[in-house]
Nanobody, 123 residues
Framework: QVQLVESGGGLVQAGGSLRLSCAAS????????MGWFRQAPGKEREFVAA????????YYADSVKGRFTISRHNAKNTVYLQMNSLKPEDTAVYYC????????????????WGQGTQVTVSS
């Protein structure tokens, strides 16, 4: 069982940066692949980024590639999403997800979700 709590969201101007954090409970955090997803008003939830349990593999949506970086610190039970060069279209609620493998996470089949953190990018 894993519980996830996101933080770090807020209001930022276009071109700015934010760093999201997702803190996980449980001693088995390091065995899970982790991912970030987002959902904008009136839209379906979409994949943003994922990272393997070791941090050795990462995947990104084309829309954020080169601007966002996912990382993890297993000793701190935390996964991060560094977001640079933010655009108004990045505005959404961002969710953290945990799953058994990176393939499971990217397919939105990871079994654990956080409550989300709001990111708003003004133009």
């Amino acid at each position: 069982q894993v519980q996830l709590v996101e933080s770090g969201g807020g209001l930022v101007q276009a071109g700015g940066s934010l760093r999201l954090s997702c803190a996980a409970s449980g001693r088995t955090f390091s065995s899970y692949a982790m991912g970030w997803f987002r959902q904008a008003p009136g839209k379906e939830r979409e994949f943003v980024a994922a990272i393997s349990w070791s941090g050795g593999s990462t995947y990104y949506a084309d829309s954020v590639k080169g601007r966002f970086t996912i990382s993890r610190h297993n000793a701190k039970n935390t996964v991060y999403l560094q977001m640079n060069s933010l655009k108004p279209e990045d505005t959404a609620v961002y969710y953290c997800n945990a799953g058994s493998t990176i393939v499971v996470v990217t397919a939105q089949r990871g079994g654990y979700w956080g409550q989300g953190t709001q990111v708003t990018v003004s133009s």
